[in-house]
């Protein structure tokens, strides 16, 4: 494939950012249609069951892809740093790094989800019921969070190296994959879960392959190198890591809000409506990653040009990129609302039978949480912004807000004051308020430049 020629430091900002972007969203999209495939199918194949049951899986892939978004993102600023510096042996090394310690990571916990898979379901969350569909589901599902984690890392640096169409087509072929091996192991084969879980495994291979391929043989300033041993390189080692870890915390605490969001409310609908409301959630959660994705690209595709930039100290160049991707969120954002607000029945209807009692339960609530998601999409490019100048203490403190100190709360008091929908606008209401805080602080910050000038 021909190599593209980026220049973070001199090319217009709205042309830069939408060169990197539509391709990067067009990725992420299909990074986000492989798990929502497997929706489409279990839900038509299995029933809501089996939504529920992979709902229940779903958290520990996004704590996985978090961890892969930290090293991600954390490797990227690194080496955008290095490389304009004139640096890019250094940068190699970050990305390197990066792959190297998320293999190490990976290889414990697919152990354990191999070696005890019905405790884990347990501990997820797992009816009686649903435990055997979970179990089926873990263990043929474990493989593909080592790809994952690979695929998150280079992703960030295919971007970087100028290569964000083969970064897209990565995610695309593998979403491809993921229809047709999804469509031959549930229906033809009649494996189920399983089968979704397998032809998971075996999609996120192909695009991890694709995108190591490149780092290998084909990257132009980014490809990968045999890392040197000894006390000293395994100390350079550990302090690298500790800073990518550090500069892409907010970025794992972005995909702990989902999984957060997921587990709760598992929990939640399980408490006020049983299996069928968790069934409900779990068409939801196939559609939440495509909007969380969304947040993300616009992230991502901002990163290069604000950490390349930064690191050169042009703060024009930083200013211009925050506004045009804070805009693409808000712009964004009210597509995604309008589509749940004014189209649940046919979102739903993708997944699950209309006489179904959990579509009707979606339909119904679908309007209620896609009200937030302005406010979602605008707060992860908000994130994103910080982590990119490096940052780290207010992305990660709104990261918190918005997954954690807001959001739990709103998940335990809404539904004790408005009953069901209060369940359904415990994300919107998390959202707002975090906005409400980010917007606050923009705002200091610009009184505090005015006062400096």
Same mark, same amino acid.
């Given at each position: 494939?021909?190599?593209?020629?980026?220049?973070?430091?001199?090319?217009?900002?709205?042309?830069?950012?939408?060169?990197?972007?539509?391709?990067?969203?067009?990725?992420?999209?299909?990074?986000?249609?492989?798990?929502?495939?497997?929706?489409?199918?279990?839900?038509?194949?299995?029933?809501?069951?089996?939504?529920?049951?992979?709902?229940?899986?779903?958290?520990?892939?996004?704590?996985?892809?978090?961890?892969?978004?930290?090293?991600?993102?954390?490797?990227?600023?690194?080496?955008?740093?290095?490389?304009?510096?004139?640096?890019?042996?250094?940068?190699?090394?970050?990305?390197?790094?990066?792959?190297?310690?998320?293999?190490?990571?990976?290889l414990p916990l697919l152990a354990l989800l191999v070696l005890f898979p019905e405790r884990t379901a347990r501990m997820l969350g797992a009816s009686?019921?649903?435990?055997?569909?979970?179990?089926?589901?873990?263990?043929?599902?474990?493989?593909?969070?080592?790809?994952?984690?690979?695929?998150?890392?280079?992703?960030?640096?295919?971007?970087?190296?100028?290569?964000?169409?083969?970064?897209?087509?990565?995610?695309?072929?593998?979403?491809?994959?993921?229809?047709?091996?999804?469509w031959l192991f549930i229906f033809p084969f009649g494996w189920g879960v399983l089968g979704a879980a397998a032809a998971t495994s075996a999609s996120?291979?192909?695009?991890?392959?694709?995108?190591?391929?490149?780092?290998?043989?084909?990257?132009?300033?980014?490809?990968?190198?045999?890392?040197?041993?000894?006390?000293?390189?395994?100390?350079?080692?550990?302090?690298?890591?500790?800073?990518?870890?550090?500069?892409?915390?907010?970025?794992?605490?972005?995909?702990?809000?989902?999984?957060?969001?997921?587990?709760?409310?598992?929990?939640?609908?399980?408490?006020?409506?049983?299996?069928?409301?968790?069934? *409900?959630? +779990?068409?939801? &959660?196939?559609?939440?990653? !495509? $909007? =969380?994705? @969304?947040? #993300?690209?616009? /992230?991502?595709?901002?990163?290069?040009?604000?950490?390349?930039?930064?690191?050169?100290?042009?703060?024009?160049?930083?200013?211009?990129?925050?506004?045009?991707s804070l805009a693409a969120a808000v712009a964004c954002g009210a597509v995604t609302t309008a589509a749940f607000v004014f189209f649940p029945r046919?979102?739903?209807?993708?997944?699950?039978?209309?006489?179904?009692?959990?579509?009707?339960?979606? *339909?119904? +609530?679908?309007? &209620?949480?896609?009200?937030? !998601? $302005? =406010?979602? @999409?605008? #707060?992860?490019? /908000?994130?994103?912004?910080?982590?990119?100048?490096?940052?780290?203490?207010?992305?990660?403190?709104?990261?918190?807000?918005?997954?954690?100190?807001?959001?739990?709360?709103?998940?335990?008091?809404?539904?004790?004051?408005?009953?069901?929908?209060?369940?359904?606008?415990?994300?919107?209401?998390?959202?707002?308020?975090?906005?409400?805080?980010?917007?606050?602080?923009?705002?200091?910050?610009?009184?505090?430049?005015?006062?400096?000038?």
């Amino acid at each position: 494939m021909k190599k593209e020629t980026i220049d973070w430091g001199t090319e217009r900002i709205p042309v830069l950012f939408g060169k990197v972007f539509f391709p990067t969203l067009l990725g992420m999209l299909g990074v986000s249609a492989v798990t929502a495939i497997d929706g489409i199918f279990i839900g038509h194949g299995v029933g809501s069951d089996g939504i529920a049951a992979v709902n229940i899986c779903i958290p520990l892939l996004m704590v996985v892809t978090g961890a892969g978004l930290m090293v991600g993102m954390g490797s990227s600023i690194v080496a955008s740093v290095r490389l304009s510096k004139g640096q890019p042996s250094l940068a190699r090394a970050a990305v390197t790094q990066a792959l190297l310690f998320v293999t190490a990571v990976a290889l414990p916990l697919l152990a354990l989800l191999v070696l005890f898979p019905e405790r884990t379901a347990r501990m997820l969350g797992a009816s009686e019921r649903l435990l055997p569909l979970v179990v089926d589901y873990l263990v043929w599902f474990a493989p593909s969070l080592l790809f994952t984690l690979w695929t998150s890392v280079a992703m960030f640096a295919l971007r970087l190296d100028g290569a964000p169409k083969l970064a897209m087509w990565c995610s695309l072929i593998a979403a491809m994959i993921n229809v047709v091996l999804d469509w031959l192991f549930i229906f033809p084969f009649g494996w189920g879960v399983l089968g979704a879980a397998a032809a998971t495994s075996a999609s996120c291979l192909a695009g991890a392959g694709i995108a190591l391929y490149y780092l290998f043989f084909r990257a132009r300033h980014l490809r990968l190198h045999e890392c040197r041993t000894g006390r000293k390189a395994r100390r350079f080692f550990v302090r690298s890591m500790g800073d990518q870890c550090r500069l892409g915390f907010s970025a794992l605490l972005g995909e702990a809000t989902m999984a957060t969001l997921m587990f709760v409310g598992n929990h939640v609908f399980m408490r006020y409506l049983g299996d069928d409301g968790v069934g *409900a959630f +779990g068409v939801a &959660c196939y559609y939440l990653p !495509f $909007v =969380f994705m @969304i947040g #993300n690209a616009i /992230a991502q595709s901002a990163q290069p040009v604000i950490s390349f930039n930064a690191g050169i100290g042009n703060t024009g160049r930083v200013r211009d990129t925050l506004r045009i991707s804070l805009a693409a969120a808000v712009a964004c954002g009210a597509v995604t609302t309008a589509a749940f607000v004014f189209f649940p029945r046919q979102l739903v209807g993708l997944f699950l039978d209309s006489a179904a009692p959990a579509a009707a339960i979606a *339909a119904e +609530g679908f309007p &209620c949480i896609g009200s937030g !998601f $302005v =406010f979602f @999409i605008a #707060n992860l490019a /908000a994130i994103g912004y910080w982590q990119s100048i490096g940052r780290v203490l207010p992305a990660t403190c709104f990261a918190l807000l918005r997954g954690f100190i807001f959001l739990i709360p709103s998940f335990v008091l809404l539904p004790e004051a408005f009953g069901t929908p209060g369940i359904w606008f415990a994300l919107p209401l998390s959202e707002l308020l975090t906005a409400a805080v980010i917007a606050l602080m923009f705002a200091a910050e610009r009184r505090r430049r005015t006062r400096a000038k």
